[in-house]
Structures are given as structure tokens and as C-alpha cells.
């Protein structure tokens, strides 16, 4: 399972924080990446973090947003700075691992003035 928290509201240039906590598998083993959706639009990828620790960032984030883990609270966060109007969306965390994937129930990033 992972469970989301973090999200809500920000006004342009604001900054906000989202965490994955992952339970019942072995997170350490697992990349993790954090998705987007506006409705009406196809999911996105936003950030991905392996488990080396290696990360992969959306040209649209780049220098805005960080994706980082700490394997022994099972945890990844997304800190999201700069933010922009268009960042509004959906995030959704996602483990993956060869064919197995698990996925967050999303939470909604809203900014706007």
C-alpha cells in the first residue's frame, strides 16, 4: 500500500510538500515516481527516484521540485517550490518493480491566486 499525504492549496510561487509512505512490500527495492493528472489529460510523469537513489525529473519541474527518499521510514516526498498555476493536478505516487506496480489514491495540488 502507499498512502499520500501533503497536497492542498498554494498561491503562485508557494511551495508545498507531498510524502509516499509505502507498507507490505520491501520499498527499498522499489523506484518510485510520482505522477500528475489534470482531468481530461492522460497521467504524466513528474519525478522518479531509484532505489540507487538515482532521480529523473519532468522538463516541466526541472529545478522546481526534488524527489527524495528515506528508505527507513518507507517514505518519499516530493517537495514542489516555485509553483505555477499550471502545476495544478493530481499527484499520485507510484512504486514499480519489474511487473509489479502499486499506485497512492492521489492527492489534489491546487495553485492558484
Known amino acids: 500500500q502507499l498512502v499520500q499525504s501533503g497536497g492542498g492549496s498554494v498561491q503562485p510561487g508557494g511551495s508545498l510538500r507531498l510524502s509516499c509512505t509505502a507498507s507490505?512490500?520491501?520499498?527499498?527495492?522499489?523506484?518510485i515516481g510520482w505522477f500528475r493528472q489534470v482531468p481530461g489529460k492522460e497521467r504524466e510523469l513528474v519525478a522518479t527516484i531509484t532505489s540507487f537513489r538515482s532521480t529523473n525529473y519532468a522538463d516541466s519541474v526541472k529545478g522546481r521540485f526534488t524527489i527524495s527518499r528515506d528508505n527507513a521510514k518507507n517514505t518519499v516526498y516530493l517537495q514542489m517550490n516555485s509553483l505555477k498555476p499550471e502545476d495544478t493536478a493530481v499527484y499520485y505516487c507510484?512504486?514499480?518493480?519489474?511487473?509489479?506496480?502499486?499506485w497512492g489514491k492521489g492527492t489534489l495540488v491546487t495553485v492558484s491566486s
Open positions: 507490505g512490500f520491501t520499498f527499498d527495492d522499489y523506484t
Open positions: 507510484n512504486a514499480f518493480r519489474g511487473g509489479i506496480q502499486y
